[in-house]
């Protein structure tokens, strides 16, 4: 039986959320869904739950810049030069073009505010 789809009592979820604590075990999470056919959120944002979509088919949702509501989603933070998850203005994030997860480091930065190389 699909997911939503059972006709007596409460229907079961049709979507579901994945966390992005590491790509590996946060992937465990978006496959089953898609044999499923249900659609999984990402929770949370920058480059790591970005790279979450990108990899998968059946998402059509980015949580982006709702973590805290005194926090500049539109602001690179110190150690990268732009955001990786960029919104146009049909609210649409892109997938970066960039090597990797798409970051912009900030090496300048990053130089200045090593504590040690050994």
């Given at each position: 039986?699909?997911?939503?789809?059972?006709?007596?009592?409460?229907?079961?979820?049709?979507?579901?959320?994945?966390?992005?604590?590491?790509?590996?075990?946060?992937?465990?999470?978006?496959?089953?869904?898609?044999?499923?056919?249900?659609?999984?959120?990402?929770h949370g944002n920058g480059s790591a739950a970005l790279s979450l979509p990108g990899a998968t088919t059946d998402n059509r949702r980015y949580e982006r810049g709702l973590l805290h509501p005194h926090t500049d989603f539109d602001a690179a933070?110190?150690?990268?030069?732009?955001?990786?998850?960029?919104?146009?203005?049909?609210?649409?994030?892109?997938?970066?073009?960039?090597?990797?997860?798409?970051?912009?480091?900030?090496?300048?930065?990053?130089?200045?505010?090593?504590?040690?190389?050994?």
């Amino acid at each position: 039986m699909r997911a939503g789809s059972g006709s007596t009592g409460p229907s079961a979820n049709s979507s579901t959320r994945a966390d992005v604590g590491g790509i590996t075990p946060a992937v465990l999470t978006p496959h089953p869904a898609e044999a499923f056919g249900m659609d999984c959120e990402v929770h949370g944002n920058g480059s790591a739950a970005l790279s979450l979509p990108g990899a998968t088919t059946d998402n059509r949702r980015y949580e982006r810049g709702l973590l805290h509501p005194h926090t500049d989603f539109d602001a690179a933070p110190p150690h990268l030069r732009t955001i990786v998850d960029a919104m146009d203005e049909h609210g649409t994030v892109r997938l970066p073009d960039r090597p990797g997860l798409g970051d912009h480091l900030d090496l300048d930065h990053v130089k200045r505010h090593t504590i040690t190389t050994d």
